[in-house]
Each structure stands twice: as C-alpha cells, then as structure tokens.
C-alpha cells in the first residue's frame, strides 16, 4: 500500500519518492514468509509474468527479512512441472526497469485519480476519475451523444426472385445503386422487361485463416459473445483453470497466463498440436500460426493464452470442471488448436444478371475444404456459408417469379456491449489486457453507467462528470492521451526513459490545472427532498456517500440529523448455521445481508468472527434438504451443501 501525506503516499520534493506500508490484514502474510525464509538459505521470486508481478517480486525483496541471501527472479508461464522446472533452471535478477514503468503507472495514476476525484466530490459530487476510467467513461458518453445526433435516413432495396435463388438489385444506368427514395425504386421496376439475362458468372476460391489464439481481450470479447460472461467473470474462471483443477489426487493446470497481449505459442505446444491435429483430423489438416499484425504497444512477453497439455481435452476434463470452467475451456482448446490448421476453402460464385439498365447481384458459396473449422465448426463466425446457387451458364434467359420492393431505415451506431468496448479499449489504447475488466466494473460500482439488455448506457451522473472532464482537462480524458501514456511506460520499461523526469514533467503540468478548475467550477447544491429537518427545521436534502444516497439536514455541520434507513431497520440480524468455517477453522458461517455494492440487500455466508477472519462465500437455496433434520440445505462457492440449521452439522459435496 502507498501511505504518505494527502494519501498520494508521494514525496513530491524527494524525486516523487513513494512511501510504502504493509495493509494491516497482509501483515500475517508477511510475518509468515519471513518465518519460512529464516528456514531457507535462498529467495526465489516466481509473482506473475507481467509488469506488476515484477514490481511485486521487487516489494517482497524490500519487504522481508532477506539480509545476505540470494535473491533469484523466476518466471513461468504456465504452471506445469516442466514449465516450473525449466524456470528454476533460469533465474535472473529483478528487472528494475520493468519495476520503474510499473511505478510510475501507479504515481501518475494515483495523482490523476486523488486530485480529480477530489475535485469532482467536491464540485458536482462524483466518485471518481481516473486516466483510464474517465477514458473508457468518454467511449460511452460519446456513443450516446452520436445516437441522439443521428438523423435516420430511409432507402430501398429491390430483389427478384427466381425459385431457387434471388438476387438484389446491384447497379442502375452504370452506376452503384442508392435508392433513397420509393419514387427512384419505382423506376426501376417500371423500366424492367420480363426476360432476365445472365451476363457474367465469376467463380474464385476463398481461403479463410483461422484467427489466432486467444489474448486477454479476444477471450473477453468472445467469452461475452458466446458465453454472455461478463469481463470480470471471464478473468475469474480463467484464473481457476490457470491455477489448477482438482482432478483425482492431482491438481492440473489447464491454461498459460491469461493476462497477455501476444500471439506468439511455444515451439512445444506446436508441436504438440501437429501431432495432435495429424491424429484427431488427419495430415492435409496441419497448417501453421496465423498471427494478427504486430502491433508496436504489444509487450509480447509471454504467449497466448493456450492449453498446457493437449492429452487433457475438453472432454476428458469435463467431469472435473463446473459448467463455466468447461465452457471456456472448451473455447481455449479449440481456438489454440484451429489456429495452427489450414485455412478452410470455399468455391465463391458471383452471378451478374441484367435487365435492361438494371443489374442484378446474387452470390453463392460451397465449402470445398472444412480446414481449421472441423476444430470450430460453426461456432467460428469468421467463416459463414452462403447459400449455394443452381448450376448456371452465361447468356440463358429467363423469367423472374417476383419482384420485391423493401423499405429500410439506416440505424444509429451501436451501444457498446462489454466484447465492443474491450474491442475499442484495446484499438484505442486505453490501458492494458490487465486492466480491462477493472476498469468495466469501476464504471459501473460508481454509477457512471447502466448495464441494460447486455449494452452500457451512461447515467446523468455519467453525462455530468465527462462534460466536467472534457471541459477542463479534454486532453487527459481522450483515449490518445492514455495510449501517449501506455507508450511512454513501455519506453520506461525498456530503459530508453527516465522514470522521474516523465513524472515531474506530468507533475508540473497537471496540478496548475486542477488548482485552476477548483476556482472555476462552481460546487453544485444537494437536491431538496421538500420536507423539513426535524430537528432544526431546515430544508432536508439528498447527500451521496460512500456507499449510496441518503437523506440529511442542509444545515450541516451546524444539525448533523440523518434520516434513518428504513431497509437498514427492517434487514434481518445475522444467524448462525453452525458451520465451521473452512478457512479458520474457528468462527461458525454465519448468514449476513450485503450492505453495499450491486449485492446490496442479498445473502451471503460469512466467518462469525469477521474480522479476525474474513471468509466469505456467496451461496443459493439447494434443491435438496438435510438427510439428519429435513431442513434447507444450501451450496456454497466451493460446490458443498450445508445445512441452515443451527443445530445440525451435516455438510457433503
């Protein structure tokens, strides 16, 4: 944790020195790790492939006891024997550029946040702001601005139909059609004769590559799409797979590090699935990687995200895993599989038919090789298949069965579902793989946003805090200032840039700024709720707080009367279920009301000792009751049925 003056934690005359502090209920873990370190003659560092796991080795270095020993970086990429084993073999120190760009993304971030957060709760009572948070924010508010803007535009289209295929209306008098009124389509129907002409069939064949293995954000976009996972979930049941199932008397872990933005696989692994390909699909089916274009913010520091092991398929694996540790699983395997397969081939055929100065457009496709999508199948939408049109020759002549005249609407651009704002997020620059998920749910838990029929809409909070934002600071809200800074860090990190000067010179820049807004923004009033205090009888108002609205006197701090909470008197007390608690040991799990965030109001089970001990589990009704009392049994995060009766014991998985 960073602790220091203000909060920043920041010794702005000292070189922007961070001031550092162990968080009180991580200071067992420390005392424990310096408890095993006084058994061991060596340190060995192995925190996360990424920049913050390299600033993470570094505090621990800081942190503990080390005195004289050896300090040793290890880094793996998927937690396999081998992968573990080969990393023991290749220590290194720890990087400390990696550490510099890590930090100086947590200075100049946590200054942004504090000073703007400040000023907004201040101005117009706002939660938050941040460099990447208010960018995302922006993304959204804009799009909602350009669907009020948009001014719908009607246009037409013609099809004729021929039995056992249609074709659309292409060109008319030479020239690429655009009806945009009825009158213009009923010229053309009025100039048609009934004899139809072929004039020209081309036929190619099209390859289709598979896509490349997954990175963080095309998990996350596909994981939306297909599974309707939000981005913190997807990460959630990612992790699971990376750590390890249970699989009999072994843990296996199913993936490599899913916080990446490379392409790259492993010579291994590629091996592996050449023979794998060769002995599931058959020769003519091995291809190689297709890898997306190189992309200058990429780290490329660890690859894709990938099976470790490809013995362990989805169905050999399906009994160990819950249904959503299966689901994405399964996309995993096969997209990693596909994109080391052929590409799929199809024969494309275009057929141009004219009538007088019309020109007619149908177009048919026949897979002649499945290729990368015997892995997919249909599931990959990359590659959908037309229709496939009737034997055809140049020049034949025939009768159309009818003409069809439709009219349509041009719509506005789309509200950003989660796969569509990771999407532009990660076109744009705005923060890193790492991040995305973060982000998303910092939106919502403010309320800047609303997330209705799966789309985000901004809320007038929203609204409120962009134009304040844009008014003020315009430059550190757009996505070209995030990515200026994504590009910057990476030069920190690779040595080329001085950490401290990029900090100062941001220092310098930015505070002058909010100083300035301070003076100029003017403090918006509580909203009257139209009764009076009854304590001192003046007007009550609307106040946020941390954790929701409520209802206090205007005439604070002089008359500091709150309106009670009538859901707060009503909530149930806490009962016990007699249940030992599986991480302590001692407290019993006790049935709590969550008092805040978007669980606000709903269940949960908790140690009754909390906070000495602070388990937690989310859990819901089971269909089953108690075999030794008859009662209500419910499951828990960790797949076991327990028993709401205080005095009964009964757990079984």
Excluded at 56 to 83: C, G, M, Q, Y
Excluded at 220 to 239: C, E, H, P, Y
Aim: aromatic residues 8%.
């Amino acid at each position: 944790a960073i602790s220091g003056p203000g909060g920043l934690g920041i010794d702005v005359e000292n070189n922007f020195k961070a001031e550092y502090s162990i968080l009180p209920d991580k200071s067992d873990i420390v005392k424990q790790l310096n408890q095993a370190l006084k058994k061991s003659s060596e340190l060995y560092l192995a925190t996360d492939p990424d920049r913050e796991g390299e600033a993470i080795s570094w505090h621990l270095a800081e942190t503990l006891e080390v005195e004289d020993r050896p300090i040793h970086r290890i880094v793996f990429n998927e937690i396999t024997k081998k992968a573990v084993m080969a990393a023991f073999e290749h220590p290194r120190e720890i990087d400390g550029n990696l550490v510099n760009s890590q930090e100086a993304r947590r200075i100049i971030d946590r200054i942004i946040g504090f000073k703007l957060s400040k000023l907004l709760q201040s101005k117009i009572r706002s939660k938050s702001a941040g460099r990447v948070q208010s960018a995302t924010l922006k993304l959204i508010t804009d799009r909602e601005q350009e669907i009020a803007d948009f001014v719908v535009e009607e246009y037409y289209e013609l099809t004729a139909e021929f039995g056992a295929f249609e074709a659309k209306l292409n060109k008319w008098q030479n020239k690429p059609v655009k009806m945009a009124s009825e009158t213009m389509i009923d010229e053309v129907i009025a100039s048609l004769s009934e004899k139809y002409r072929i004039a020209r069939i081309t036929q190619s064949n099209k390859q289709t590559l598979g896509k490349p293995p997954y990175i963080t954000s095309t998990l996350q976009q596909d994981s939306a799409n297909r599974l309707g996972f939000t981005a913190s979930k997807t990460m959630q049941v990612a992790q699971r797979l990376y750590e390890g199932i249970e699989k009999g008397s072994e843990r296996v872990a199913l993936i490599t590090y899913m916080r990446t933005d490379s392409t790259r696989l492993a010579d291994d692994f590629v091996h592996q699935a050449h023979s794998y390909i060769v002995q599931t699909f058959g020769k003519d089916y091995v291809g190689h990687l297709n890898r997306e274009k190189t992309n200058k913010r990429i780290q490329d520091a660890h690859e894709a995200i990938r099976p470790t092991d490809l013995s362990q398929t989805p169905d050999v694996m399906k009994a160990f895993l819950s249904r959503d540790e299966y689901a994405l699983y399964r996309m995993i395997f096969q997209r990693a599989v596909a994109s080391l397969m052929k590409p799929s081939i199809s024969l494309q055929t275009v057929v141009e038919i004219e009538n007088n100065q019309a020109v007619f457009r149908a177009s048919g496709s026949q897979r002649l090789f499945d290729g990368y999508l015997a892995c997919c199948g249909k599931e990959d939408t990359s590659d959908t298949e037309e229709a496939i049109l009737p034997a055809l020759e140049e020049g034949s002549v025939f009768e159309a069965k009818a003409i069809q005249k439709k009219q349509l609407f041009t719509a506005p651009p789309q509200r950003y579902n989660e796969a569509r704002l990771i999407k532009e997020m990660e076109d744009l620059g705005i923060g890193r793989p790492s991040t995305y998920a973060q982000t998303i749910q910092v939106i919502k838990s403010r309320k800047y946003v609303t997330f209705k029929e799966k789309k985000f809409f901004p809320t007038e909070q929203g609204i409120k805090t962009i134009a304040k934002l844009n008014e003020f600071f315009h430059e550190f809200v757009s996505a070209n200032y995030s990515k200026k800074m994504e590009d910057t860090l990476d030069s920190i990190a690779e040595g080329t840039i001085n950490q401290t000067t990029i900090i100062r010179e941001f220092y310098e820049y930015f505070v002058p700024l909010v100083q300035e807004a301070f003076k100029n923004i003017k403090k918006e009033k509580p909203v009257e709720t139209g009764e009076d205090c009854p304590k001192c009888g003046s007007k009550m108002v609307i106040r946020k707080g941390a954790y929701g609205d409520f209802e206090a006197c205007s005439n604070y701090p002089k008359c500091k009367y709150i309106k009670p909470d009538e859901t707060k008197q009503n909530r149930k007390k806490p009962h016990t279920t007699n249940i030992v608690c599986p991480k302590c040991h001692e407290g019993k799990l006790v049935v709590r009301l969550a008092k805040r965030g978007k669980n606000r109001g709903s269940e949960f089970l908790g140690c009754s000792t909390y906070p000495k001990c602070d388990y937690v589990a989310s859990y819901a009704l089971a269909s089953e009751v108690c075999p030794k009392c008859g009662q209500t049994m419910v499951t828990n995060d960790t797949h076991a049925l327990l028993c709401l009766n205080p005095d009964c014991t009964e757990t079984k998985k």
